[in-house]
DNA sequence: AGCGTAATGATAACCATTATCATTATTATG
DNA sequence: CATAATAATGATAATGGTTATCATTACGCT
């Protein structure tokens, strides 16, 4: 159980296609755009089956999630609170200290999440300004 | 600008009374509870005055913001996906790497947040027997 | 006391997400 | 192949946390 119907194929291909950061309503708009028929309901759906497939990885920011493509290796995010832009950073050292937090207090790490607030160079600039 | 006024004061007496991790309606519950007379926008308001103060701090999970007593050293949390318990931990070079790491992107930090996922110790035994 | 400003409280509105349910598509099986 | 079983779809209602609205009340100040 778990088919990889034509709608979900579609939301796989686009998020894919590129390393932006989509939440629902833009796969949605995207793929109406692109002249598919999917209702908003079915891209919810779609996207939590294919993230638990592993086929794509989120974010879940304080307004909504952000679906991404999936990436071999983990990284975590930087979000520029000026334009919203999201970087992808990944520190192995965060990794294998968070790991050892962990075992310090027998707690059974299953993830993590670290994002990192700020302003991106462009927006810091502009600021100075 | 800025008031303090006995909700306020009540919702910090409060938060300050325990180092609980807080939603809006369980502020609004205990203080109900505790013979106040709130509003619950009154508390969303005044949790928001609260921190905008530094007063006290908050974390945005994915459902729903907490809010906790402020305190002196800026820590991070580990959430246990079994019972719910909040554990606080502090970790000095994560948060020197972070800064490298922003340095490096020229990013101006501002803020992060690094939540752990899990199991305490407890869950993690109740799950493995 | 009186004025300007901020806060309150009830409630409507918002927005992302999930649930419902009848219909359709896909997969499995005799 | 036919058809039964199961899962997915789509429209829409419902949920839940949070914010906006607005009339009323409280506060701070001269």
Known sequence: ???LTVQRQAILDLINASNRHWDADEVARA???AGASI???TVYRGLAAL???GLIDSIQLADKKRY???DKAHHDHMICTGCGHIEEFSHETIE???QQIAAEKAFRLTGHQLVMFGLCRDCAEELDR
Do not use: F, T, Y
């Open 31 to 33: 793929l109406v755009d």
């Open 96 to 98: 294998v200290l968070q």
């Open 68 to 70: 991404e493509r999936a």
């Open 1 to 3: 159980m778990q088919r």
């Open 51 to 53: 993230e638990s497939l």
């Open 39 to 41: 209702g908003i309901a």
